[in-house]
């Protein structure tokens, strides 16, 4: 079973738009991207001056004149005065705003002053790279910028596994953030982030973005003799030719080499990626052990347990037996003990 255990904490962001300046009398327009404007951008020139038509600042048209040469373009003149800007089968590009000015006019008198929204699906056009490593014990903050109008709502939950299914579970933020204080090695998984804003939607969209925590290995030795049952102990007490089996069991991220050793003596290691372990050809004694294949967790991959198996022979296998483990945080290494009745 894999659940979601760790920190989060809230971020406060705001979005900003930025558009060219808008005056204090702007009209805001929302309308559907693929069809003609519900009614044209109206603009009345006065007798003196004719007026010219902006988008994003660039001029478009000069009285009845579109610059563009884009037929989906006009200018409406129901009066002999009107220059209403009329645009169909409106494309994302159309978004933005919209001026109508005097023209000449050394001051730039703006006669009507638009914004002109489309209305669009919500989407997830970037966010945190799909794998994201942190240590244990550092800050880390996961991100999705959504787009879309209305504006989307995004909603954040971790994917949890049961029996082997998968399910996914609201953690309780919203917004593009989730930050995730004094991270642990229990906050190892996979998030998502949904967005959703109800327009031609069928399914919220989302990215999956796994959190690959790193942390120092923690080792465990575990013993038993002539098949008994394991038992954790420091020192172990045997009778010549009893057999001898030692399990240097792993968690951690990444697993790096576990290391077995005998007082100063390497009988032989494991590294990630090998198919089997390797012994210590320079170790004159080293017929003496059996080094078995790694043995994994296939539900919680950063377990590993490494086997060492050998007799008990007196001067030769008595004396101090230790599993090294090293990965890029760092290395840890337990002990035990074994004597010879």
Known sequence: MKKFNCSIFLIYTFAFCCYSQLSQDFETRIEESGLDLSYPLGCRRTKDHEVVWLHEGKAIA???????????????????????LMIKNLKPDDAGRYQCKEY???????????????RAKASIPVSSDSRVNVLEN?????????????????????????????????IGVK???????NV???????????????????????????????FLPDVQIKVRVNGTNFLVADTI?????????????????????????????TIGHYSAG???????????????????????????????????????????????????????????RKYVQIMQN
């Not at 000449?104 to 489309?118: F, H, K, V």
């Not at 642990?184 to 959190?211: D, G, H, M, W």
């Not at 009778?239 to 080499?257: G, M, S, W």
């Open 138 to 170: 550092d800050e880390v903050r996961l991100w999705c910028n959504a787009t879309g109008l209305p504006v989307p709502k995004i909603t954040w939950y971790a994917i949890e596994s049961n029996n082997q299914q998968e399910f996914i579970k609201d």
């Open 274 to 332: 090998e198919s089997s372990p390797i012994k210590n050809d320079k170790d004159k004694t080293n017929y003496l052990y059996t080094l078995t294949n790694i043995q994994t967790n296939t539900k919680e991959p950063r377990y590993w347990s490494f086997p060492l198996v050998f007799q008990a022979d007196g001067q030769y296998t008595s004396g101090k037996y230790w599993c090294e483990v090293t990965n890029e945080v760092g290395s840890s």
């Open 184 to 214: 642990s090695r229990y906050c190892s998984t996979t998030f998502q982030c949904q967005a959703s804003n109800k327009y031609k939607e069928t399914y919220p969209v989302y990215k999956n973005i796994t959190l690959d925590v790193k």
């Open 104 to 118: 000449p006019d050394s001051n730039g008198s703006i006669i009507a002053d638009y914004l002109l929204r489309l």
């Open 237 to 265: 007490s045997s009778n010549r030719a009893e057999q001898i089996e030692l399990v240097c069991d792993v968690f951690a991220n990444p697993l790096t080499k576990i290391t077995w050793y005998r007082d100063k003596t």
């Open 175 to 181: 917004g593009r953030m989730l930050g995730i204080s």
């Open 62 to 84: 000069l009285g009845n004149n579109i610059f563009n040469n884009d037929i989906r373009f006009a200018i409406e003149t129901p009066y002999d005065l009107d220059r209403n």
